[in-house]
């Protein structure tokens, strides 16, 4: 062994597994590298942490480095901090949970919103006659002629009165409607496909909206009822056929209706006002037992719904609340704001509603169930995939009959609720039909009253018409210029949660953005100083090697 005989006498020497390294004195200054600067020490996190305390700008944790305090102080204090930041951390939990269940808010942005800017609702116009008696007596004779067994007219007009059933899918006679549509397949086939079309034949035994419509007012000035392109136009609904005003998006043709008609102005005399035929001499099937009209359209189950009877003057007022949403909500999920962007459903243009989502989602069920679709049914874009759609017919009764229940109540959500297990069940289950996010929801206050024959000179509605109990007069309009507009947006923006949890954090525990950059710059001092000592070892480790060699 090679002793260090020459060691100098301010040195004390420590053999440590055999090899003599000198340990300085308490008041010799730490070794030096070859660059001038001093090697690093040992590292103690303990003494960082203290020095954190100590010098925080933070309140009542400088308590917790004080040498002068004694070990209960130190404890109380420390106690003390952590009940403050245990609170802290719930009420910050809380906040959150109550901002994430409701980030929206609806509120009220304009009572004196302008009803000139409100559309003017779509109306649908159906008759409860559903099946005209003279057009029912024309078919019943086709249908004779045709026939082998030369059975007679009031044979075939009692068969066609079950064709009715197409429209609220009851039936009586199963068996009877089967025969009848045998005979129907054979003897009365389209010629554009050479099958029977039930669609075809309830168009031919509807009733006329020519018939219907005597006369039409727009803005107290009549226009032509049924011109082409005009105010009233031919459409499928629920109820069948029905003569139909303002109503958005492709027709029958599959043509994009004009824009849509706005009020500017009020009253029952400045509206919507029909001149309606009852016909009630034509009545073959009525759908309702009760003579006269129902309006406006529920084909979806979007808005309301109003008889007008015969003999009677029924003035439907309309108010009118208008929504609109901020483009921000957009960026939350339709869950969470439960409404849908017009542009987020393309498939239904530019003009999605939430009656047409729940009308195509309830042709997908249909045909999904009873492959087929019933003829009063909108079918475009239901040939997916290249299928041919066939019209339910009477052989569908049945089944239509079978699941007519569940097609006529729509759930967007499933929520569960005791006792209600099977009606949730039984409803048709469309999640993606949430209302618009802007868009104008309409309240409906009816009333009637007795329809006298005009005696005046000038003008009248009631014009010419000498038995005024076959007609009715509908007048639908605006009750108020000014109407209430919402606006939903979002409830916090990023600055105000910013602002509310700094204040939660400044009250709590005495913290500020200061404080959070002390801690951002004691945690990235550790990381440096543990980087530093790992670095300063492992040259240490490197050197004993050649101090081996020396002994």
């Known amino acids: 062994m090679i002793k260090a005989q020459n060691a100098p006498k301010h040195r004390k020497l420590s053999t440590i597994s055999g090899v003599t390294v000198a340990t300085p004195n308490a008041d010799e200054q730490p070794p030096q590298t070859r660059a001038g600067r001093p090697r690093p020490g040992r590292y103690r996190f303990t003494a960082e942490l203290f020095q954190l305390f100590g010098s925080i700008t933070a309140h009542c944790y400088r308590q917790l480095a004080q040498k002068e ?31 994430t269940a409701n980030p929206l808010i609806t509120t009220l942005h304009d009572t004196i919103y302008p009803i000139e800017l409100v559309p003017f609702p779509a109306v649908a116009l159906c008759n409860n006659n559903r099946i005209s008696r003279a057009a029912a007596l024309r078919y019943a004779r086709q249908l004779a002629d045709k026939d082998t067994e030369r059975r007679n007219v009031s044979y075939f007009l009692d068969q066609i009165a079950l064709l009715g059933k197409l429209y609220d899918f009851d039936y009586e006679n199963l068996h009877q409607m089967t025969k009848f549509q045998e005979f129907l397949d054979l003897n009365d086939v389209s010629n554009a496909t050479g099958m029977y079309n039930a669609l075809e034949t309830l168009a031919k035994l509807s009733p006329r909206c020519e018939d ?42 599959n043509e994009i209706h004009p824009p849509a008609y706005f009020l500017d102005v009020t009253g029952p005399e400045m509206g919507l006002v029909l001149l309606l035929n009852g016909s009630s001499n034509d009545y073959f099937y009525n759908l309702f037992n009760n003579i006269g009209f129902n309006v406006p359209d529920i084909t979806a189950g979007g808005v309301n719904e109003q008889f007008v009877h015969l003999g009677t003057e029924t003035f439907i007022r309309v108010d009118a609340i208008t929504i609109n949403s901020e483009p921000d909500v957009l960026r939350y999920s339709r869950q969470k704001r439960q409404c849908v962007f017009r542009s987020e459903l393309l498939k239904y243009g530019a003009n999605y509603g ?59 959500d499933i929520v569960r609720v005791p006792g209600l297990e099977k009606e949730m069940e039984e409803s048709l289950y469309c ?37 005024v109990a076959d007609v009715a007069v509908v007048r639908i309009f ?67 090697p050649n101090l081996e060699l020396l002994e």
């Open 478 to 544: 605006f009750g108020q210029p000014e109407t209430w507009m919402y606006k939903q947006s979002v409830a916090y923006y990023w600055f105000e949660i910013f602002s509310n949890f700094g204040g939660m954090f400044g009250i709590m525990a005495g913290m500020s953005l200061i404080t959070l950059m002390e801690v951002v710059y004691f945690v990235g001092r550790q990381l440096v100083l543990v980087f530093a000592t790992r670095s300063w070892s492992a040259r240490l480790r490197a050197r004993r």
């Open 354 to 412: 939430r009656s047409s989502c729940v009308a195509a989602c309830r042709l997908r069920s249909v045909m999904a169930l009873c492959e087929c679709v019933p003829f009063y049914m909108p079918t475009a874009g239901a040939a997916a995939g290249g299928k041919s759609i066939t019209t339910c017919n009477l052989q569908h009764i049945a089944c239509l009959n079978k699941y007519k229940i569940k097609w006529s109540t729509v759930i967007t």
């Open 431 to 467: 999640p993606e039909c949430l209302p618009s996010c802007s868009d104008s929801k309409y309240q409906v206050t009816a009333s009637e009253l007795p329809l006298t024959r005009s005696r005046r000179d000038g003008f009248s509605v009631t014009a010419g018409i000498e038995r």
């Open 69 to 99: 305090r004694s070990v209960w102080e130190r404890l109380f204090w420390l106690l003390m901090l952590i009940l403050e930041a245990a609170t802290l951390v719930a009420i910050i939990i809380s906040a959150w949970g109550k901002f």
């Open 212 to 253: 219907m419509l005597l006369r039409c007012f727009w803005k107290s000035i009549e226009l032509p009822c049924m011109l082409r392109n005009d105010m009233m136009e031919v459409r499928r609904t629920q109820y069948g056929f029905c003569c139909t005003f303002n109503f958005i998006g492709h027709n029958e043709d």
